[in-house]
């Protein structure tokens, strides 16, 4: 069954990205829902390994996070928005 998702934009052209490079890579069409497919399985592949494993754990906990709604919030501002500029005196 599919299942609608919505992502931020910037997330979305990453995935977009991402579905291209795969196309190239496999030489035939790799769409974006296939691309997250593929993201997965790599993720998994890696994370299979002790020490990649041990390693992100680690990176993810001295992360500080944003919540989901955070998260949400900042990629759906334009990036102008995002990146203040000071003011010069």
Do not use: G, T
């Not at 759906?76 to 995002?82: A, H, L, S, V």
Request: charged letters at 30%.
């Amino acid at each position: 069954m599919v299942k609608v998702v919505n992502l931020p934009l910037r997330v979305y052209e990453d995935l977009m990205k991402v579905s291209e490079e795969f196309s190239l890579m496999a030489k035939k069409p790799v769409s974006p829902s296939m691309s997250v497919d593929l993201l997965i399985e790599i993720y998994r592949a890696h994370m299979n390994n002790r020490c990649a494993l041990d390693a992100f754990s680690q990176q993810l906990r001295s992360l500080k996070m944003m919540s989901p709604e955070e998260f949400e919030k900042y990629w759906d501002e334009p990036e102008q928005e995002r990146v203040r500029k000071p003011r010069v005196p």
